[in-house]
């Protein structure tokens, strides 16, 4: 399947779920003003990260596995089956954690400000959450392109539909209760798409585990636990210190800027998650791979570039019309954010080759180095350049980040987008 057409089936997907997410972001930005806008932020942030925790981030794998073993059902069932037994293991870890320290760790996210009754929420959703995951990367892995947008738009809808219904009847507790539970919900879609697949039973799922299926899957739990624990601790950090400094009004303006760069942002994620890692993982050669991520980068770089200058010249309306006038001074971040945003996909896409390839170490250590390092410039930038200096530490980090993955990857397998 080609990469364009690849893009077309999941654009209506991707259209609908930022659509979806504009929208809870609209209605959470009006009942909390930008000061509680930032603690949802962080609120997401843990979502996030105990959502990667709970599924043992097996995803990836799942999805390679079962695109690799596709001439061999025993060896996807086995797959899936460890998958789910990761699953359950992890969640019943997090689940603990959060409830044994809900209180710890409502008093450090949210300075207070969240009742900690949101945390237990999670945690009972957690498993669910992964069970859903690990349905659509089988989808994924399968290239059931079809199948899995329109499990990623029903999730989409009943998402929104639960974060209105809850904020509408609970007002702001309700709001954040369906932030954190809507992608266990989400879970209802995908069991409806699934129900009707041919190789859906729940024997497949639970029973025997493999434990060298556990052990190949783990090599990609570990690469995407690495990136799902970087990225949230990165942001909550720097949220945090940007409240600190300026106050959680601007901390506000940064989560506004950053919303809305990871709305229009998620067409090229999604896009990368469905073509591109089953793609990668089923080439061996060098050159071809080389060849891949250069006719990627022909569709993605242009688009992200035309999208990024729209989105600048557009920024006061969109501000208006997406969250409020309250969030005005949010303009001021937005030519930082869309220079960083384009340097970011220009170096995710090589970085999929890391996970495709399963090269462990090298993507641990640019994860981690570089999530370090975004946090310390961001530090740097906010005392020396006030709190839009935040935007200079992004488009420095992700300068960099593009230049060094660049350069792993040419001295692990020779790649080089040079090639003829």
């Known amino acids: 399947m080609s990469f364009l057409r690849t893009s077309l089936l999941s654009g209506v997907a991707v259209s609908t779920k930022m659509g979806a997410l504009l929208l809870i972001n609209k209605v959470l930005a009006l009942y909390m003003g930008p000061a509680g806008f930032a603690i949802v932020g962080q609120l997401q942030n843990i979502v996030g990260a105990m959502t990667s925790l709970s599924s043992a981030s097996s995803s990836v794998g799942v999805t390679k596995y079962t695109s690799e073993y596709s001439f061999s059902f025993n060896k996807q069932r086995e797959i899936w089956r460890s998958a789910v037994l990761m699953s359950l293991c992890c969640s019943v870890l997090c689940a603990a954690i959060l409830i044994i320290f809900r209180f710890e760790i409502a008093s450090y996210a949210f300075a207070g400000e969240v009742d900690s009754v949101v945390l237990v929420w999670l945690a009972i959703c957690l498993f669910f959450s992964a069970v859903n995951l690990t349905l659509l990367a089988v989808l994924n892995g399968q290239q059931r392109v079809g ?242 200096g935040v935007m200079i530490a992004y488009v420095v980090n992700y300068t960099a980040y593009w230049l060094v993955v660049y350069f792993l990857l040419n001295k692990s397998i020779g790649f080089s987008l040079c090639r003829r």
């Open 147 to 388: 199948l899995y947008s329109l499990a990623n738009i029903f999730g989409s809808l009943l998402s929104a539909l639960l974060v209105l219904g809850l904020t509408s009847l609970h007002g702001i507790i309700g709001g954040l209760i369906a932030v954190s539970t809507y992608q266990a919900f989400a879970l209802v879609a995908t069991l409806c798409i699934c129900l009707k697949c041919s190789w859906f039973r729940f024997s497949n799922f639970f029973g025997r585990v493999s434990w060298s299926a556990v052990g190949k899957l783990s090599k990609f739990s570990l690469m995407a636990l690495v990136s799902a624990i970087c990225a949230p601790i990165a942001h909550m950090l720097i949220r945090s210190n940007i409240g600190d400094q300026y106050g959680w009004e601007f901390a506000g303006y940064w989560e506004a800027a950053s919303r809305l760069s990871a709305a229009y942002l998620m067409f090229i994620t999604t896009t990368l998650s469905v073509y591109f890692l089953p793609r990668l993982a089923s080439i061996s050669n060098a050159k071809e791979l080389s060849a891949e991520i250069l006719s990627g980068y022909k569709v993605v770089l242009p688009l992200l570039a035309i999208s990024g200058i729209f989105i600048y010249l557009s920024r006061d309306f969109l501000i208006a019309i997406l969250f409020s006038a309250d969030f005005y001074a949010a303009r001021e971040l937005f030519l930082g954010q869309v220079i960083g945003d384009f340097l970011k996909m220009a170096g995710w896409l090589i970085s999929y080759v890391l996970l495709a390839r399963a090269l462990v170490w090298q993507f641990i250590v640019a994860e981690i180095v570089f999530t370090a390092l975004y946090v310390a410039l961001a530090l740097f930038f906010l005392k020396v350049a006030g709190w839009e």
